[in-house]
């Protein structure tokens, strides 16, 4: 029979997210609610080897819902990586009786979860916090929302900029292996043309749309470009851009970690409240080791091994829909 678990550390990993906090409070009062302790584990992975770990109160989550970034900070803790920094990590916890784990990150975190929990004899649940929304088994991950309004406010203001000098932008955001703010921030702003790296982005096609704009002298363009899009970021295509096409007033506008930052909006706010608080529910009902995420606003749970390999893909019919409406 599975051990009942009564004292649960969360800890946040990888990249920030906003509406972390939000997750991090929900699982606190969630776990007191049901007579749990919980502990906030410090910077990440890394807290949990170096025995940063502190115990946790309603009211030490009190007035974070609001609030970006993450009151236990995060880390990428390269020790983890390694069997030796993970039974560093266990011989903490089981010090202090821990028997449960909330890792709230992305996909990278739930891969040393996952390694984690087949190892020692901890249950882990991932909540899926990460503005890329790259993580398969979940409408939503905690952050993207926030994030990708963030990308529209500033796009919007470059497309003022752009509309008052006719020029062309080349507009990078976030996203090393994955579009979805690319893609959803240029439909919204009503981009000419979006890359991302789950299509292969093919330079000639767009030189060739952009000369054919520029020849009928359509006055403002815009091209939101991901970072980690397979031809390279806003510099590299820009380069060939003014090489190619000269008369074109073009310009760059790499937007960076101001999307990872900021008050989290009203969705990322709820939907992490749920899963911080559903998280805590699987470790009390047995449910081990799976993430939890939300489809079709129902929760729903997907096995850590499953989660660590699945990645949300995103389909050719999104492309057709910027082809057809940016014409
Ligand atoms: P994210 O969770 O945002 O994808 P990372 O990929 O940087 O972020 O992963 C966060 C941390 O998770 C890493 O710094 C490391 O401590 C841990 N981690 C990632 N992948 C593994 C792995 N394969 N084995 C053990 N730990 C891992
Ligand atoms: O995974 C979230 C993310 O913001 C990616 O979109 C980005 O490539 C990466 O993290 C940047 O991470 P950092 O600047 O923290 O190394």
Redesign the pocket.
Same mark, same amino acid.
């Given at each position: 029979m599975e051990k009942k678990v009564t004292k649960i550390g969360v800890l946040t990993? #990888?990249?920030d997210a906003p509406g972390m906090n939000a997750a991090i409070r929900a699982v606190v009062r969630t776990g007191i609610y049901y007579g749990i302790e919980v502990f906030g584990i410090m910077h990440?992975?890394s807290g949990m080897i170096e025995n940063d770990i502190i115990p946790m109160h309603s009211r030490s989550v009190a007035n974070i819902i609001q609030r970006g970034g993450t009151i236990l900070k995060t880390?990428?803790?390269?020790e983890?990586?390694e069997y030796e920094g993970r039974k560093k990590a266990y011989n903490n916890l089981k010090k202090l009786g821990i028997n449960g784990l909330v890792i709230i990150?992305?996909?990278?975190?739930f891969? #040393?979860a996952h390694?984690f929990s087949n190892e020692f004899d901890i249950p882990c649940i991932g909540i899926p916090g990460?503005i890329d929304k790259d993580i398969a088994g979940t409408d939503f991950t905690i952050g993207f929302d926030t994030a990708v309004n963030t990308a529209v406010e500033a796009i919007d203001k470059i497309r003022d900029t752009a509309d008052a000098h006719d020029r062309l932008f080349i507009i990078e955001v976030m996203g090393r292996d994955a579009g979805y703010i690319a893609l959803h921030s240029g439909i919204a702003t009503g981009a000419e043309h979006i890359l991302i790296p789950e299509h292969k982005t093919d330079i000639e096609e767009l030189i060739d749309s952009l000369t054919e704009k520029e020849r009928r002298k359509k006055l403002v363009n815009m091209v939101v470009v991901a970072e980690g899009d397979n031809f390279g970021g806003a510099e590299d295509v820009a380069k060939v851009v003014k090489e190619r096409i000269p008369t074109a007033d073009t310009r760059v506008c790499v937007l960076g970690h101001i999307q990872r930052g900021g008050s989290p909006s009203c969705l990322d706010r709820l939907i992490a409240s749920r899963m911080g608080y559903s998280a805590v529910e699987c470790l009390i009902e047995g449910k081990y080791n799976v993430m939890v995420g939300i489809v079709n606003n129902k929760m729903h749970y997907t096995p850590m091994e499953r989660a660590v390999k699945a990645k949300q893909k995103i389909t050719e019919e999104w492309l057709k829909v910027v082809k057809i409406l940016a014409s």
């Open positions: 990993s #990888g990249g990440g992975y880390a990428r803790c390269k983890f990586f990150g992305g996909d990278g975190s891969r #040393g390694k990460t």
